[in-house]
T-cell receptor, first 113, second 109 residues
């Protein structure tokens, strides 16, 4: 089944404890991205990657890191999480070309205490 | 940047009723998608529809690119249709999906 997977789906952590949210897609898509969704602010892009070893900032990159060492994986790293990073996170992927359909993972609910 | 506006912001329907959700955008787009966010937070792809009309069961969508709007029709609504409906676009040379503010739909039994 073609899909985007994320892990973990739910996470409660404490301020300053490094964490990684994994994202994997099995559709051989070149483009992958991370979004966060917050009440009243909608979905905002954090980082995106056009292909392996090619990443760039989205609208809200502060406090996050990403890497793209393999085509199928695009982990999101929070090196020192803070409470303002409590949010619902989505990973997405699509084929190269902005006109292509984008597919979203199931989401990761992160709470930083 | 592009502006994406959805209407109405909130909608309450009785089960079995029909509805139309609207998405207006302020510039030409390369891609337009409709999503349903269910009560568990998952984003479900409904339509990829930069232009034209598509139908999938009780749902259909029409995008009139020259007039910069898209419509999502829900017929014979069911309680499982409840949630938030988003349209999202990619425009210009960009790569990012820009989301509208969503329409929150509640279908009552």
């Amino acid at each position: 089944e073609a899909q985007v997977t994320q892990n973990p789906r739910y996470l409660i952590t404490v301020t300053g404890k490094k964490l990684t949210v994994t994202c994997s897609q099995n559709m051989n898509h070149e483009y992958m991205s991370w979004y966060r969704q917050d009440p009243g602010l909608g979905l905002r892009q954090i980082y995106y990657s056009m292909n392996v070893e090619v990443t760039d900032k989205g609208d809200v990159p502060e406090g996050y890191k990403v890497s793209r060492k393999e085509k199928r994986n695009f982990p999101l790293i929070l090196e020192s999480p803070s409470p303002n990073q409590t949010s619902l996170y989505f990973c997405a992927s699509r084929r190269a070309g902005g006109y292509n359909e984008q597919f979203f993972g199931p989401g990761t609910r992160l709470t930083v205490l | 940047g592009i502006q994406v506006e959805q209407s109405p912001p909130d909608l309450i329907l009785q089960e079995g009723a029909n509805s139309t959700l609207r998405c207006n955008f302020s510039d030409s787009v390369n891609n337009l998608q409709w999503f349903h966010q269910n009560p568990w937070g998952q984003l479900i792809n409904l339509f990829y529809i930069p232009s034209g009309t598509k139908q999938n069961g009780r749902l259909s969508a029409t995008t009139v690119a020259t007039e910069r709007y898209s419509l999502l029709y829900i017929s014979s609504s069911q309680t499982t249709d409840s949630g938030v409906y988003f349209c999202a676009v990619v425009w210009g040379a960009g790569n990012m999906l820009t989301f509208g503010g969503g329409t929150r739909l509640m279908v009552k039994p």
